[in-house]
């Protein structure tokens, strides 16, 4: 059976929740998702969402973004993350996205690895899920919009050199059907899941990157892989394909410290992430270990306890108390810098096709992406992209 939408979206991550919910209300909008709507990496997120605080921190912020990607940024793309992060910030508060605050009530922030200053937003230590949980029940209520579940797009549909819909594959029951659309969204997130060794969901397998070339929509920056330094070393994962369980960087923001196997320092551990995955990667070969230690006893436990409780809890299931024991850390494939090549409307090569979040690659994040950058990146970015769909369609 050929179904008809306006806007089919794949993907229930940020990118494509925040899509939906920038699209005219006029819309018939699907959505769909590989999985369950909260398995995406949009509810790990742990550190939590850059905001540029003032117009004082501007240019630090740009420089600490392009440090970071090794000057390889979209300067004009970096400019309209920053430019705009305050007006997202505003409308995930407006969808009742709860940031820890100061006692005075004013946002409270926190520093992450190669910041030169606290400027990210948190919630705990599951900024993402508290993000995401709450635009996934806004979209909820929008009564244009269908969200599929275990629904996997397995190619797109071209007609008239335009994109016309997707091929979508239900997976209770393996049937496959062509569904059409004036125009899709790709928001498919990563490529962790081609990986042994990951903090991505298995099934995020970069799935939009395959269809691309196999239409000939180009698809850059395929080696710009970021390594997470620091996710849980656990012995019993050795061998198996599990989700590697991140400790985020502000765990290291708040003076967390890494330490080879003789309980000395050998790394600042506020460089950006690829010179601290290569200190690791090095210190580990020298020591002959399988990880290094984190050590978290010189952060306030009371700190650990509320700010990390995730990563407290998760510590104690291997055995492990953060506040009185050390941390074994090991690096795995965090995220994706490449993607499916977009212009500064998130379109890419193909008419009628968008692409948003990890999925795709503006040239936000350079060569390595600067800590909570991505859910930003990915809600800004949707938004424009909702925003000129909107326009081409109002014509
Ligand atoms: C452990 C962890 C911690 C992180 N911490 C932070 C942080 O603190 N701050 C920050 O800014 N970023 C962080 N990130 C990165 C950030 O979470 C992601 O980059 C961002 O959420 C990506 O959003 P997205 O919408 O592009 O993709 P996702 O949220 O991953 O969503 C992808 C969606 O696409 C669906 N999908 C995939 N393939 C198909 C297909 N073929 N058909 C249909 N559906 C499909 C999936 O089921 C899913 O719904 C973290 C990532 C991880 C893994």
Redesign the pocket.
């Known amino acids: 059976m050929t179904e008809k939408y306006d806007v089919v979206i794949?993907?229930?991550?940020?990118?494509?929740l925040y899509s939906a919910l920038n699209l005219d209300s006029s819309k018939k909008i699907l959505m769909?998702?590989?999985?369950k709507?909260e398995?995406?990496?949009?509810?790990?997120?742990?550190?939590?969402?850059?905001m540029l605080k003032s117009d004082d921190d501007y240019d630090s912020y740009f420089e600490d973004t392009m440090k970071a990607g090794h000057y390889e940024n979209n300067k004009k793309s970096v400019d309209t993350m920053i430019r705009n992060s305050q007006k997202t910030i505003k409308r995930l508060i407006s969808y009742g996205v709860d940031f820890e605050r100061n006692e005075d009530g004013s946002l409270k922030f926190t520093k992450e690895g190669a910041h030169s200053t606290p400027r990210i937003l948190f919630h705990q230590d599951i900024?993402?899920k508290e993000i995401?949980s709450k635009l996934l029940s806004a979209v909820k209520k929008l009564p244009n919009v269908q969200i599929l579940e275990m629904?996997?797009?397995?190619d797109i549909i071209e007609e008239n050199g335009k994109c016309a819909g997707i091929v979508?594959k239900d997976l209770s029951s393996g049937q496959e059907s062509k569904i059409m659309a004036d125009y899709v969204i790709w928001?498919?997130?990563?490529i962790?899941g081609t990986y042994k060794h990951s903090?991505?969901?298995p099934?995020?397998?970069g799935?939009?990157l395959t269809i691309a070339k196999k239409h000939g929509i180009p698809v850059v920056h395929e080696d710009y892989v970021q390594i997470h330094p620091t996710t849980l070393f656990v012995k019993s994962n050795k061998g198996k394909k599990e989700r590697s369980f991140?400790i985020?960087e502000s765990v290291r923001g708040e003076g967390g410290l890494l330490l080879d196997k003789n309980g000395n320092r050998f790394v600042n551990e506020l460089l950006p992430r690829d010179k601290v995955t290569e200190a690791i990667k090095e210190q580990m070969k020298k020591d002959g270990t399988e990880h290094v230690w984190l050590d978290m006893r010189c952060i306030d436990s009371g700190i650990v306890k509320s700010h990390f409780e995730h990563i407290y809890e998760r510590c104690l299931e291997e055995g492990i108390d953060c506040t009185k024991d050390l941390v074994p850390v090991v690096p795995a494939q965090?995220?994706f810098m490449g993607g499916v090549d977009v212009d500064e409307n998130s379109m890419t090569s193909l008419d009628h096709l968008y692409a948003?979040?990890?999925?795709s690659c503006n040239g936000v994040h350079g060569k390595n992406r600067l800590?909570?950058?991505?859910?930003?990146e990915?809600l800004v970015f949707a938004e424009i992209a909702a925003n000129k769909i909107n326009e081409e369609t109002r014509k």
């Open positions: 794949a993907g229930t991550g940020v990118g494509g769909i998702t590989k999985a709507t398995e995406c990496d949009s509810f790990l997120a742990q550190g939590g969402i850059c900024t993402g995401t629904t996997e797009m397995t979508a928001a498919t997130g990563g962790g903090t991505n969901f099934h995020l397998t799935d939009a991140l985020s965090h995220y948003v979040g990890e999925t800590a909570s950058n991505s859910l930003l990915s």
